[in-house]
């Protein structure tokens, strides 16, 4: 399947970088009102997210990466500062299906078979019917589960879970990708697998991703731009800008300019890290 | 489009009152006066009040005043000459009856930042509706001059529960005191502990539990006269009937609640090389304690039932349902509607008293933490 | 094999235990009028003949366990089905009015779910509502609903299923507002950013995530259903139906009657529970629940 | 056919035997009537039945017609078939209870819904207070079967000479087992059975003589069932009643209590009843108009 | 904390390694039977694990590590070979309070606070009550919960959570530690701090500890053996004996030998790997 892709990236010419934001949050805030007093989830986060960025969130748990997203899916309000997204308010992009979001669980309807799963999406945003069907197969067939159509999500590891579930978010060809920890139940090995992969996709498509991660070489080895946060009151620290080049194989991970940013990132992390959560 | 949405109520009012203007009077046989004048201006007051997506506290006020204000003149209107309605009585009790609706979602709307603003609103929304219920009921009965002997006006009701005091104390002390609380308690401990047993030895409980299960679902009323045949006409035949009617309920829950905890739980009780009455005592009974709630409330409202119908065939001359049957006879319908209302109101404090226990034991669920 | 062992064994077990501690019964209470019946007669039988005299009488306070049985075996698979003495007839009865009201009901209790988990001011004003609505002891008030009703020229089945509907709309309510609010959060996120329609939501989310709870508490619903029947029939004049056959067992002191009229009533209860139960499986199993 | 529907007090049985005669053998057809009999049950009240347009006339008895019409329900007697009443209080004779003198500290089962007030003009014209005690009695909410007797839970039951009292025999009493208290005996009786209907229809004329022919072909009803008993049961049987031996003899016990089928209200009976109600404040006012001769006599 | 651990791991001397074996595995087998047919969870697994050892499990999703380690406690009942716990059968080991078990979820019973569920196992097991809230007091202190014994667990974080029923494990001294991926939920840093705490521990205390994880770098830095894992039937590939000395810092990880047992292990995972889990 590897090579099956490689195949098509390499014919579909990968689209040149022009600095589009998508995503411009300035003197982001946001805080919960809770009943034990309010809780500052994110604090003056200004941040620019261009067209084609591929941007990992790395920080310790509780420091606002998930809410960020969120706010950028307009699933929470800001309380301060301005969030614009492909140069609309958050609400207008969401009404417009901008972005497809792939949550920390797989989040499957145990209902619906992996197909009919992939299908939701396309089912509420009204596509044809001859048009789902197409995009399923090809969505599966992305995510290797072709051949698992017709299965139920219990019937398939949390792993394929996680890559149904990933499928259903490519399926309508949103240009936003929001991934909130995709592999976090997933084993090193896989992956490693599906890492290599959701590069390809990149590569070939020249979406905008999001992703949100706690594994530094997985932050290190995916991203173009890496934002390093820490909470209370949830704030960005660091933006690493890679030096790494668009072509990664796996075995990037050994060379020293890997191990460098790997490092920033690390010191990054470990400065705002509190060690009571 | 949405300020249509959040204003339809107001907008309809407005419809309402000028087509109730086509078939004055309210009451045929009663000329319109200065009280249907005021009826229809506070009705299109409140209802201007309304006309805004968020309602500023002054137009609450006018909002909370309006429908009730109309409300009451309309049945002071109807108490002047009772079955005389006319169409556009009608029309603007239904007009007061929205302008209300719409109080309460204004009132539902509000997101309360302080607890007792919450507590407040939380009482206030349901109260409304109810005072709805009973006035839309009066209104109807006396405008629509229903005989008395089949539906007696809230007011009656209300005049003759404040003149029965005593005679319905009787009855309470009879019928709750002694046949559903006495039968309610054995009924529920008898059956929490066969649901202990059941749990011990396997062997019964895989007899017991379907057996349970079937009968839980058996129309067990029906035995009510074979009870009162056994157990005599007093207070004894009604709690055995109550006895009999919570013990399923409640042994199959805990049934199911001693079977819901965790399997990791169990395995971690496990590799403390826990015996058996630990592992109840410390996970399992704390485990099971949702499902024990749940037949607690579900037999609340069992044993009320059951005691009550159960002096349907033969008791002393007291009793909550020995007064509804007997006054029935004497079509003193009043009478049987205030011995409703006690019911209900005895039957709601025992479910709150019985929720109230839920929350404060079972605070640890997340159905209590959420809210 | 194993099933033979597990499951069958010991309900047969319990339910023999039950039998016998009926028929111990049968003879205690039965005991006192048959020692009276003696002594007016002046009659001294062997013990012997005591007992079978107490599993004879034709009145009995709590009659025997054959005795039931073969009355209900003889008004059930011995009469025309279309007679009045026929148990098969009356089941009929009751169960068109508890399926009409038991349908009512469940339509009845989803509709009220749908609009407290949709319309906030519903949630907020009727729920409290709804569980004193429970309290009211319709059962003693069926006398005057079925007179009320018979005033505004509504009667036969329909006031009984009313009644049903009554008691049976309860369950469902409850029930379904917990299953149209059982899915996570992330679900109901994952379709907000589709920006579903709250239509969709509900089609595509809460209605099938709340198919396991509506169908718990159909068969709660459908017990009660029953009840409300079998009540509803008593004062409807002792024409037809279960409740029918109890009122007029009692009238005359038939204990055998009213006996065999609750095991009919007892078939079909648990005939309906489990008629629930089997079509909840199979919709969950054309849902792809992971079999047990 | 004009329109005619009638709610019995109780179930189908030969307590009604003559309506359901007269139905069953098409007296009321003859009359060019379509009549429709409702039977009653536990808590039915008739009275609220016919109040709520639910019947046109019904079968009640004379001193919970009284009551409802002093509720505001108008209820007028039309016809009065039963000219006795049928019910007694029975004892064991075995039991603590041989006179009305015995009857302090003791335990007396009384059907209520309307059945109570004979009995507690009784107690009345005794002097017995019912709230219990030693110097009262204890009274019961009996049901509707004779168990209380035969399970010792009452000293005395009530019975009607129709029904209950046969089936206390039934049981295995003998009648020299049994101490009876009959109220028509003792002078203490009130109307049973007779039929009501609302004041308001009365005025209409139309009404009237439909009510005419109804009374007329109903006691041609009668009078056929107290000459064919046997008949009378197996009709009884076939509307839904149960156990038709005891319907036969229920007829014949009945039909001393009709004595003449006639249906006339005899005025002094009338006068006793309302004035043991006005007595016991079961009633306010001395009612008026409660009572008309003119569909009897027009008969 | 740290400092305070420090000075406690010098005062007691480490128990020096003689080969005592706590867990011996003969031949052990493990099949499921299930109305699908039968699941080879475990087949023919030889090992011993002596006493001291760290051994990490480590191994593709479905490859019989939770298995494995609930058969040593008794939990499941092998179908082959035999297994003896402390020379003892797994029952008479876990009827004689042998092992500490940490599952993968937290498990804390949510009716208890914190301190409450630490006491949880010393209740059962009936110490004094001074001696249980001395214990409470130093394992919840151990973790770094102190501050949070009236908490209930709903009110804590994940990792909290994570790190009070390690606590829980600990609070009774038994000499072998089950802990099955007890650091799945927690972020690269915390995962960190609570890896050098229990290398800590393991060696002021000379506990025998067996430990599943998903992570390679986890499993090298704490194992003395790491034990490799392949599915279908679930049986043991490659059993690899650390060589790094027993004080470790965390930069031992970066040395030339850590990333070569890193990759032996890489290796042995991938071999065994079935990309369709
Ligand atoms: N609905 C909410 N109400 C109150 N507080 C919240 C809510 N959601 C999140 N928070 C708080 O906001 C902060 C940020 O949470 P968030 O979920 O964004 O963290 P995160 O970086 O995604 O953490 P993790 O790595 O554990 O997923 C946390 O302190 C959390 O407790
Ligand atoms: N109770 C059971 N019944 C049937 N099969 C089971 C059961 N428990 C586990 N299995 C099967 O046994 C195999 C081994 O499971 P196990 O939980 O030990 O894997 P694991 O290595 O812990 O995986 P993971 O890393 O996902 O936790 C799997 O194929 C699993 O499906
Ligand atoms: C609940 C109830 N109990 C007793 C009666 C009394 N009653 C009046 S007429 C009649 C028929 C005579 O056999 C009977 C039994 C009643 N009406 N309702
Ligand atoms: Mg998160
Ligand atoms: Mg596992």
Not at chain 2, 207 to 226: H, Q, R
Not at chain 3, 238 to 257: E, M, R
Request: aromatic residues 8%; proline residues 6%.
């Amino acid at each position: 399947m590897i090579d099956q892709m490689n195949a098509l990236a390499s014919q579909i010419k990968p689209a040149t970088a022009v600095s589009v934001p998508v995503v411009e949050a300035k003197g982001l805030g946001l805080t919960f009102e809770t009943n034990d007093g309010p809780v500052h989830a994110l604090s003056n986060v200004n941040l620019t997210i261009n067209k084609g960025d591929f941007v990992s969130f790395i920080g310790p748990s509780g420091c606002g990466k998930t809410t960020f997203l969120r706010t950028i899916a307009d699933l929470e309000q800001p309380t301060a500062g301005t969030l614009s997204v492909n140069s609309m308010t958050p609400r207008q992009a969401r009404e417009a299906r901008a972005y497809g979001y792939v949550f920390q669980a797989a989040a499957l309807l145990p209902w619906r078979t992996i197909e009919r799963n992939v299908a939701l999406p396309l089912e509420v945003m009204g596509f044809s019917r001859t048009d789902v069907a197409e995009r399923i197969h090809r969505t599966l067939e992305l995510v290797n589960l072709t051949g698992f159509e017709k299965k139920y999500p219990w019937q398939l590891s949390g792993g394929m879970q996680q890559r149904a579930s990933i499928a259903r978010a490519l399926a309508f060809d949103a240009d936003l990708l929001l991934m909130d920890e995709p592999f976090g139940a997933l084993d090193e090995i896989v992956r490693d697998h599906l890492n290599s992969q959701l590069l390809e996709l990149w590569a070939r498509t020249s979406k905008t991703i999001c992703f949100v991660t706690h594994s530094i070489p997985e932050a290190v080895y995916l991203s173009t731009k890496i934002v390093v946060m820490s909470p209370r009151p949830g704030r960005v620290t660091d933006v690493i800008e890679s030096t790494l080049p668009k072509e990664r194989p796996l075995d990037i991970r050994e060379t020293p300019e890997f191990l460098a940013i790997a490092a920033r990132v690390r010191d990054g992390l470990r400065a705002g890290h509190s060690y009571e959560d | 489009m949405t300020r249509v949405y959040h204003n339809w109520q107001a907008l309809a009012v407005l419809v309402l009152v000028a087509s109730s203007a086509l078939s004055l009077p309210l009451m045929s046989g009663l000329p319109s006066g200065g009280s249907t004048a005021i009826i229809m201006i506070s009705l299109i007051a409140g209802a201007l009040a309304a006309m805004a997506t968020q309602l500023s506290l002054p137009r609450l006020a006018v909002l909370a005043v309006a429908p009730h204000l109309a409300a009451w003149l309309l049945l002071a209107q109807a108490g002047q000459a009772p079955g005389q309605a006319t169409a556009s009585f009608w029309v603007l009790l239904a007009a007061s009856w929205l302008l209300a609706w719409r109080l309460a979602s204004s009132l539902s709307a509000i997101k309360a930042r302080t607890r007792g603003v919450d507590l407040a609103l939380r009482l206030i929304i349901p109260t409304l509706f109810g005072v709805w219920i009973l006035l839309l009921w009066e209104a109807i009965v006396i405008g629509a001059g229903i005989p008395f002997v089949l539906l007696p006006p809230p007011s009656a009701v209300a005049a003759r529960f404040a003149n029965s005091l005593p005679v319905l104390a009787a009855d309470v002390n009879q019928t709750i005191f002694k046949s559903v609380l006495i039968g309610y308690v054995l009924g529920c401990s008898t059956g929490f502990l066969a649901a202990i047993v059941a749990d011990r030895f396997v062997f019964i409980r895989r007899g017991l539990l379907p057996v349970g299960n079937m009968v839980s679902a058996l129309p067990i009323i029906g035995i009510a006269p074979i009870m009162v045949m056994w157990f005599g006409f007093d207070w004894h035949s009604k709690a055995a009937v109550v006895v009999v009617m919570t013990f399923f309920p409640m042994l199959v829950n805990t049934g199911a609640g001693l079977a819901a905890d965790g399997h990791m739980e169990r395995d971690l009780m496990r590799t403390y090389a826990s015996g058996y009455w630990q592992t109840l005592a410390k996970l399992r009974l704390p485990a099971a304690m949702p499902f024990i709630f749940n037949a607690l409330k579900i037999n609340s409202t069992l044993a009320l039932i059951g005691a009550i119908v159960a002096e349907f065939f033969g008791t002393p001359v007291v009793g909550m349902g020995f007064r509804i049957s007997t006054e029935v006879g004497r079509m003193n319908v009043d009478m049987v509607w205030a011995e409703i209302a006690v019911a209900a109101l005895a039957g709601s404090v025992f479910y709150g008293v019985i929720a109230l226990a839920e929350r404060a034991i079972t605070f640890w669920h997340p159905s209590v933490r959420g809210g | 094999m194993d099933r033979f062992r597990d499951k069958i064994i010991p309900v047969l077990t319990i339910l023999m235990g039950i039998v016998i501690a009926w028929y111990i019964g049968a003879y205690a209470l039965n005991a006192p009028f048959q020692r009276d019946l003696d002594r007016r007669a002046g009659e001294t039988p062997t013990t012997y003949e005591f007992v079978v005299k107490t599993m004879t009488q034709p009145k009995p306070t709590l009659p025997a366990p054959h005795q039931v049985a073969s009355n209900f075996f003889e008004n059930t698979f011995l009469r025309k089905v279309s007679s009045a003495r026929s148990l098969v007839y009356h089941a009929g009865v009751t169960l068109a009015s508890t399926l009409s009201g038991f349908a009512l009901g469940t339509l009845l209790g989803i509709l009220i779910a749908v609009g407290i988990v949709h319309v906030t001011t519903l949630d907020r004003s009727l729920m409290p509502w709804i569980i004193t609505s429970q309290t009211i002891p319709i059962l003693a008030l069926a006398p005057m609903i079925i007179v009320v009703l018979a005033a505004v020229g509504i009667t036969g089945l329909i006031p009984k299923a009313l009644i049903s509907t009554y008691l049976s709309f309860f369950p469902v309510a409850v029930g379904m507002v917990k299953g149209l609010r059982s899915p996570e959060t992330m679900h109901l996120d994952l379709m907000h950013t589709y920006n579903a329609s709250k239509a969709e939501t509900f089609w595509k989310l809460r209605l099938p995530a709340s198919v396991p709870f509506l169908f718990a508490s159909m068969k709660v619903a459908v017990a009660a259903s029953l009840v409300g029947a079998i009540i509803g029939e008593l004062p409807t004049g002792a024409v037809a139906g279960i409740g029918a056959k109890l009122l007029s067992g009692s009238y005359y002191s038939q204990t055998i009657d009213m006996f065999s009229a609750l095991v009919a009533g007892a078939v079909v209860a648990a005939l309906l529970v489990t008629l629930v139960g089997v079509a909840g499986k199979l919709v969950e199993r054309a849902m792809g629940a992971r079999p047990a | 056919a004009d329109a005619v529907t009638l709610q019995t007090k109780w179930v189908a049985q030969s307590q009604f035997a003559g309506y359901y005669v007269a139905l069953d053998k098409g007296f009321y057809e003859e009359e060019n009537l379509d009549v429709t009999i409702k039977p009653g049950g536990p808590d039915i009240a008739p009275e609220q039945v016919i109040a709520g347009g639910g019947a046109d006339v019904v079968v009640t008895w004379m001193a919970a017609g009284l009551a409802a019409r002093d509720k505001g329900v108008p209820l007028v007697n039309i016809a009065q078939p039963y000219k006795k009443a049928g019910m007694q209080l029975v004892c064991p004779a075995d039991g603590p209870i041989k006179t009305e003198a015995d009857f302090k500290g003791h335990t007396l089962g009384v059907w209520f819904f309307g059945n109570e007030y004979p009995f507690y003009a009784w107690m009345h014209k005794l002097g017995l207070p019912t709230e219990g005690g030693p110097d009262g009695v204890t009274v019961l909410k009996q049901s509707f079967d004779v168990q209380p007797l035969i399970q010792k839970q009452a000293d005395c039951i009530s019975v009607m000479t129709y029904n209950e009292y046969w089936q206390v025999i039934d049981a295995g009493f003998k009648p020299e087992d049994l101490i009876v208290f009959n109220y028509t005996e003792m002078g203490n009786d009130l109307l049973e059975d007779g039929l009501y209907v609302m004041e308001d229809k009365l005025a209409d004329p139309a009404f009237k003589e439909k009510m005419v022919r109804f009374v007329r072909a109903s006691m041609k009803g009668w009078a056929y069932a107290m000459e064919h008993p046997e008949e009378a049961g197996a009709i009884i049987i076939d509307n839904g009643g149960q156990d038709e031996n005891h319907q036969v003899r229920m007829m014949t016990e009945v039909a001393k209590l009709i004595d003449k089928p006639d249906a006339k209200l005899i005025p002094a009976a009338y006068e006793r009843t309302a004035k043991a109600l006005l007595d016991q404040k079961i009633i306010e006012k001395a009612p008026e108009g409660a009572y008309t001769t003119e569909i009897t006599d027009a008969m």
